[in-house]
């Protein structure tokens, strides 16, 4: 091919591949959109709502506090621990109790702004301690301060402004609390279509002797650690709502089942990273991976997608569960013919670690899981163990790329 034709097709895939991350930014940011519409009504109800009570039903004058309060409280409330939301409610009173007080008496300027900041943060450690209630009495403190000078009784009246507003975002979030659980099924998905798509990329990339599909499906896999822990945080904000809000009680035995894979899913991520990176370097090496352990990867990634589509439908793992005792059998016969080289060991090391970190997840405890394999090769020398593994499984210690471990 000619340095011209060379040059086109170079072009012609980076313009491609910019149309692909275009395209994808555009869909990331839509989803995005998406998942925080209802957040954004919600705060723009209750923020009217809670302007309504202050000014109709108290008859507070410029109760601007209300709806400020709603909406720091609904947009921490989302993802947050309800905890959270209570401190910024006392967060925002404390600073507009003791800044008002404190103006009222001393006015403003510098040296006044500097006192009733420190005094208006002392007492929120005081009572509390936590960083979002200190910065909240803080950031209050200076809004008095500055920008709405106290008169007359109005500082009461900003506090219970703050209050009336922190309760119309606490009940917006327990009585209408959007659809938690939904979102932490779309997250779990997610993770359960990146594990497969690990697991069986792994196994293609050894039946067809391609270090560069390995690479692919690594770097993708490298990917995911946010996947998990955006879903680790709707798990915690759906568990939180769901012991509050009488409309989600139903859901606790749904996430029930996703707290009990969620660790279990984290260390299958890491593990996969370890396998794809260990099949790089053993199709590099030229060490062939027997017939048995490829056919457990793609086992294992059926295994997973089932696993995914039970827990999303609300049913117990019971398939996806036998799914994975029938491949524990091939990892035996595997056992007949072991692999030769390290990196073809780590290999079929992993897989049965992955084995046993989905046996978990289905909700079988370490020891159970463990008994559903077959024991270990006696001779596997400087194999350490991973997170959920079986002890037989390597990461290569001292020479894992810091990636695979997070």
């Known amino acids: 091919m000619s340095g011209g034709g060379r040059f086109a097709g170079v072009s012609g895939a ?6 692909e991350l275009g395209r994808e930014m555009v869909l990331s940011r839509v989803r995005r959109l998406r998942s925080m519409a209802l957040p954004i009504v919600q705060s723009a109800v209750a923020a009217g709502l809670a302007w309504v ?16 309060a709603v909406v720091l409280c609904i947009g921490v409330g989302l993802g947050r621990r309800l905890r959270r939301v209570a401190e910024l409610v006392v967060g925002v009173s ?10 009222s008496a001393i006015g403003t300027g510098a040296w006044q702004i500097a006192l009733v900041v420190a005094l208006a943060m002392t007492v929120s450690v005081f009572l509390d301690g936590g960083a979002l209630i200190t910065l909240q009495a803080g950031s209050s ?7 709405l000078p106290p008169g007359g009784h109005g500082g009461v009246n900003r506090m219970l402004d703050a209050f009336i507003g922190g309760l119309v975002g606490l009940a917006t979030v327990v009585l209408l609390p959007g659809d938690p659980p939904g979102i932490t099924r779309s997250h779990g998905q997610r993770i359960f279509a990146e594990l497969a798509a690990a697991l069986s990329g792994a196994a293609e990339a050894h039946t067809r002797r391609d270090a560069e599909l390995a690479e692919r499906s690594l770097s993708r896999a490298r990917s995911t650690q946010q996947t998990i822990d955006d879903f680790r945080a709707a798990l915690a904000a759906a568990t939180e709502i769901a012991a509050f809000s009488p409309l989600r009680r139903r859901r606790r035995r749904r996430l029930g089942r ?7 899913l984290d260390h299958a991520l890491r593990n996969a990273r370890v396998l794809l990176r260990r099949t790089v370097a053993a199709i590099h090496a030229g060490e062939p991976v027997p017939e048995p352990v ?3 990867l793609d086992e294992l990634a059926g295994a997973a997608v089932l696993l995914g589509r039970e827990l999303a439908d609300g049913q117990e793992p019971v398939r996806s569960a036998g799914k994975l005792r029938e491949t524990a059998v091939l990892l035996d016969l595997s056992q007949s013919a072991a692999p030769s080289g ?13 084995t046993v970190d989905l046996l978990e997840a289905t909700g079988l405890d370490h020891e159970s899981a463990l008994a559903v394999l077959p024991p270990p090769p006696a001779a596997e020398p400087g194999l350490g163990a991973q997170p959920g593994s079986d002890g037989a499984e390597s ?5 894992t790329d810091p990636r695979d471990d997070h």
Not at 95 to 103: A, C, K, T
């Open 141 to 147: 403190a200076v809004l008095v301060a500055t920008l």
């Open 258 to 264: 996703y707290s009990t894979a969620a660790v279990p």
């Open 53 to 68: 009570i202050a000014t109709d039903v108290f008859h507070h004058k410029q109760a601007f506090f209300a709806p400020i």
């Open 294 to 296: 490829l056919t457990a």
């Open 395 to 399: 990461t290569d210690s001292g020479t």
């Open 342 to 354: 390290h990196s073809a060991h780590v290999v079929f090391a992993q897989t049965r670690s992955l």
């Open 94 to 103: 404390v600073g507009i109790g003791v800044g008002d007080l404190l103006v």
């Open 14 to 19: 980076t313009v491609q591949r910019s149309r």
